[in-house]
């Protein structure tokens, strides 16, 4: 019977997902950060210079915009809906991003989200985003919240007390997309104030692997491998 060299096999398999991996779904260009700022859909123009706005409706549920060939939407289990700051855009937010946002008051555990487009939309890496949130009027002690994201609508929690902030994002992380799966960001209220808001969001492709990553891995399977066959033989 023909023995199999394990090391060989063990590495193959590890360039193969490296290599599948690396093929993308939707091209990308690593480190051109996609930001998108929440814009009214009634009255548009509220959108910070050099983003792209997603106009929310007043009343309802939805607004969508295309960049970088991702279809951005706004969304909520009972309805996100747009709001400014203070109740008008002529007030002391710093910029367009936390001058307004989309929102659900809906009552305990009401989130408010951005899909990252649809199934497969994602390329398959590393992808950074940056959550702005932030109401001028709002006691900001009722405003810090959860931020979590889905992969194909399985929840992972971020932070469960992420505090607004006025001029930056209020919170970053990191996610890898496998290229397949449909993914996207929430915040949701985790207080008495039952408040959740989202103003803006900013996604950057980080890229893939390195194929020296994926060499040393193989190295390290072979150190594993050889440390397991010494074990067997009594070394």
């Known amino acids: 019977m023909k023995c199999i060299n394990v090391n060989r096999l063990l590495c193959g398999l590890v360039l193969a997902s490296a290599s599948a991996l690396a093929s993308p779904s939707v091209a990308a260009t690593i480190g051109v950060p996609i930001r998108i700022d929440i814009d009214d859909a009634d009255a548009p123009g509220h959108t910070e210079s050099g983003w792209t706005g997603v ?23 009972d309805g996100a809906r747009y709001r400014t700051s203070a109740g008008s855009q002529t007030n002391d937010a710093p910029n367009e991003i936390t001058a ?22 994602l390329e398959a890496g590393r992808w950074q985003v940056e959550v702005y949130i932030y109401d001028w009027s709002a006691n900001l002690a009722d405003l810090t919240q959860k931020v979590l994201y889905r992969e194909g609508g399985a929840e992972t929690i971020v932070s469960e007390s992420v505090v607004p902030h006025a001029t930056d994002p209020a919170i970053s992380f990191t996610f890898y997309s496998n290229g397949v799966n449909s993914y996207d960001v929430f915040a949701r209220e985790n207080n008495d104030g039952n408040r959740s808001r989202i103003n803006g969001v900013v996604l950057t492709y980080l890229g893939v692997p390195e194929p020296s990553t994926a060499t040393g891995m193989c190295l390290l399977v072979g150190i594993s491998v050889s440390s397991l066959r010494n074990r067997r033989r009594g070394f």
């Open 55 to 77: 106009p929310a409706t007043h009343t309802g549920n939805g607004g969508s915009a295309v960049a970088d060939g991702i279809n951005f939407q706004i969304a909520s289990a």
């Open 100 to 121: 307004d946002f989309a929102y659900d008051d809906g009552g305990e555990n009401v989130a408010v989200g951005l899909l990252f487009g649809s199934a497969g939309d």
